[in-house]
Nanobody
C-alpha cells in the first residue's frame, strides 16, 4: 500500500526555519518524482519544490528559490524540505506527493498520483 506521511510542520516566527519530512512506503522512491505543494485557505494549491529522484534534478517555485531546499535520503525512503527565512506568506498546509514522472514539475499537481495528508506551517510576523 502506497503511503506518504508528512511531519515537521509547526508555528515559527518570521525569519525562522523548519524542516518538513515526507516518509514514503509501499513503493521505491528511486523510480519516482516527489513534489512539495502547499495550500493556504481560500487559495489554490501551488507547487513549492520537486525532485526527480533518478537524476537528482530539483525545481523550485520563484517565491521560495534561495530559501527552501529539497533533498532525499534514498536509504530511508524519505524526502525533506528545508525551509529557511520563512515569511508569513509561507503559511499554508504543506503536502508531499509522488508520481512516476521522468522529470518532476511544480506546475501541474494533477500529474501526481499519491499524496500525503499534509502538515501545517504557520509563520507569525
Amino acid at each position: 500500500q502506497v503511503q506518504l506521511v508528512e511531519s515537521g510542520g509547526g508555528l515559527v516566527q518570521s525569519g525562522g526555519s523548519l524542516r518538513l519530512s515526507c516518509s514514503a512506503s509501499g513503493f521505491n522512491l528511486d523510480y519516482y518524482s516527489v513534489g512539495w505543494f502547499r495550500q493556504a485557505p481560500g487559495r489554490e494549491r501551488e507547487g513549492v519544490s520537486c525532485l526527480t529522484i533518478s537524476s537528482n534534478d530539483t525545481r523550485y517555485a520563484g517565491s521560495v528559490k534561495g530559501r527552501f531546499i529539497i533533498s532525499v535520503d534514498n536509504g530511508k525512503n524519505m524526502v525533506y524540505l528545508q525551509m529557511n527565512n520563512l515569511k508569513p506568506e509561507d503559511t499554508a498546509q504543506y503536502y508531499c506527493a509522488a508520481a512516476p514522472l521522468p522529470i518532476c514539475t511544480v506546475e501541474v499537481p494533477q500529474l501526481y498520483d499519491y499524496w500525503g495528508q499534509g502538515t501545517q506551517v504557520t509563520v507569525s510576523s
